[in-house]
């Protein structure tokens, strides 16, 4: 049987320790609540009751649940309080040495059978532990912010961890409804380990330039479904909690260069921009603690005027290409209003395209999301055609062929023989270099990549890619044909993955090195990601969906573009793909989805 803990005492009620104070009052259990001084404790007092005043207002707790909860709590100055707890939870900053001193204070303070635990993120629980003389009975407990909504615990245990002491913290999780997933004792644990990298990653592009902040916000929210995009998320943790981690995972986690804070990390820092808390970080916030962005400097005019200016008139559209993403542009344009020339390898091709596309359409009358009119309308606009040469007389070309350098290259430089002087030739790829295929023309200024997402009908982001060759007019005419289609249009430069597929991909790669060292179990990292962070898909149902083989492609482009060794493909990802296990499509891929 486990323990009943009846009594728990936190330690620090900065915005952490309050919400853990709350989730335990929240279930029934008397909590101690414990600062370093009388101010600070009427700053946590406050911040329990502002979450806990909320809460009443948005009806998702009883007023008399409220008052209860308020009951169960009581505060004090200084940890001699917690001399009969059960628990001590610490959520103090992430300061090494502070929390030893707190500790072995607790080891003075608490009985010999007192579980001690930190909520620490990123530090060492067993260098913490060894501050008492009882580490066998410290663990790491660590909640996500805001602790009273978020559903993720990770129960960190040491080497030395008594088994008994999981066990009940394990139960003590079930009782507050949490779900925990239970690890050892390593640099970021689950979550930090996988987001801090991408995150750190993000930072990297901006720094250099290579996307505005706004694009790759947006790249990652509407590309792949998370709650905020990288930028906005560190100003949210703050910048300066974000270095520390990194700093700390870096020296802790075998110094894997891509958790060395990026220097504009550092520079930020150093200037006091540490995001929302301060009212600057990468974006300008209304007031110190607001979330509400205002504009400045850096921020992009909105206008549709301001997203046109240099764009050329765009009124027919040819799409080559018989495939899915091909069937899914043709329809994207034709329901826009464009005239569009659709041309395929034979008149075969054409007729399974343009039943794909009426089923689609078709679909979408069923759902109410067209009319009949509208969908009539559409398929009358779209002329079919074997022959390239029926793109003479179009403004915009957009390529959706197969995924091979060779093929589109060829493709293009007969597109530049066919086509009128000024065209915008687009290329849809999503991994090979634009520059390659640009260079197979003799304009190559007309030359970008409209890199659409799977399914283009569905999907609101488009990755508009400029070359060092094209020309703003080019760049100009993309964006603006991307709003007219009610897409988002980001701008990158022509680098291996873009902005999604390179930030996305190494932490799915960095999810499966983590399953190889056997540090924890699929089902718990898919847990953390969704629960902790936000995530739509775990990284392995993610991998399952995506193939197997398509990952490993894309990792190895991204690899051997960039030469990072953290990038290296894992090991374990090319022996599923050698072993024919691809993800659901074959039905078996890190799970098995035969029975499904």
Same mark, same amino acid.
């Given at each position: 049987m486990a323990r009943e803990f009846s009594t728990v005492g936190v330690v620090g009620l900065g915005t952490m320790g309050a919400g853990i104070v709350e989730v335990f009052a929240r279930n029934g259990i008397d909590v101690l609540a414990v600062e370093i001084s009388e101010?600070?404790? @009427?700053? &946590? /007092?406050? =911040? %329990?009751? &502002?979450s806990t005043d909320r809460a009443v207002a948005k009806g998702k707790l009883a007023e008399a649940d409220r008052d209860a909860l308020h009951e169960r709590v009581h505060f004090a100055v200084g940890l001699d309080a917690l001399h009969s707890v059960d628990l001590v939870i610490e959520a103090v900053p992430e300061h090494l040495d502070l929390k030893q001193r707190i500790f072995a204070e607790l080891d003075r303070v608490c009985r010999p059978e007192t579980i001690l635990a930190t909520n620490t993120s990123s530090l060492s629980v067993t @260098?913490?532990?060894v501050a008492t003389s009882r580490p066998n009975q410290v663990i790491g407990i660590h !909640? !996500?912010?805001p602790a009273p909504v978020m559903k993720l615990v990770e129960v960190v245990r040491t080497v030395v961890t008594a088994p008994e002491v999981v066990a009940d913290v394990e139960a003590l999780c079930a009782r507050l409804g949490k779900v925990d997933v239970t690890?050892?004792?390593r640099a970021g644990f689950i979550a930090n380990a996988l987001l801090f990298g991408y995150l750190n990653h993000a930072v990297g592009m901006f720094e250099a330039h290579y996307a505005t902040r706004e694009d790759i916000d947006a790249a990652m929210k509407l590309g792949c479904g998370l709650p905020m995009g990288p930028l906005a998320l560190m100003d949210l943790i703050g910048l300066d909690t974000a270095y520390e981690i990194l700093d700390t995972m870096y020296r802790r986690g075998g110094r894997d260069r /891509?958790?060395?804070?990026?220097? %504009? %990390? *550092?520079?930020m820092v150093t200037a006091g921009l540490l995001g929302r808390k301060s009212g600057r970080g990468f974006y300008t916030y209304e007031r110190p603690g607001s979330p509400v962005v205002v504009p400045d400097e850096a921020t992009p005019p909105a206008t549709e005027a301001a997203l046109a200016d240099g764009a050329r008139a765009i009124t027919k559209v040819g799409v080559v290409g018989s495939g899915t993403m091909a069937t899914g542009i043709i329809e994207v !344009?034709? *329901?826009a209003g464009y005239e569009v020339v659709s041309v =395929? /390898? &034979?008149?075969e091709k054409s007729a399974t395209v343009c039943e794909a596309l009426k089923t689609s359409l078709n679909k979408g009358v069923v759902r109410g999301k067209l009319t009949e009119a509208d969908r009539d309308a559409a398929l009358g606009r779209i002329s079919w055609s074997a022959t390239l040469d029926h793109l003479a007389d179009v403004d915009l070309v957009v390529e959706a062929v197969v995924e091979e350098l060779s093929v589109k290259k060829a493709l293009f430089a007969s597109l530049d023989e066919i086509c009128k002087p000024g065209v915008v030739l687009a290329t849809t790829t999503s991994s090979l270099p634009v520059i390659d295929v640009a260079m197979a023309t003799h304009r190559p200024a007309d030359v970008v990549g409209l890199h659409f997402f799977n399914p283009a009908p569905v999907m609101p982001l488009v990755e508009v890619v400029r070359t060092i060759r094209t020309s703003p007019e080019a760049t100009a005419t993309a964006r603006a044909v991307c709003a007219a289609l009610g897409k988002t249009g980001v701008v990158c430069g022509d680098r291996s993955g873009f902005i999604v597929n390179a930030l996305l991909f190494?932490? %799915?790669n960095d999810a499966v090195k983590m399953l190889e060292a056997s540090y924890s179990t699929a089902d718990d990292i898919d847990h953390a990601m969704k629960l902790g962070c936000g995530y739509p898909m775990g990284p392995f149902e993610l991998l399952d969906v995506v193939g197997l083989d398509v990952s490993l492609a894309i990792q190895r482009e991204l690899y051997l573009e960039l030469r990072e060794p953290g990038f290296a493909p894992a090991p374990l990802l090319e022996h599923l793909v050698t072993a024919g296990y691809l993800g659901r499509k074959t039905r078996r891929g890190f799970r098995d989805h035969s029975h499904r």
């Open positions: 101010p600070a404790l @009427e700053r &946590g /007092r406050a =911040t %329990l009751k &502002g @260098e913490i532990s !909640f !996500f912010n690890i050892n004792d /891509r958790h060395a804070p990026v220097p %504009l %990390l *550092k520079q !344009f034709a *329901k =395929t /390898r &034979g008149m190494p932490y %799915l």
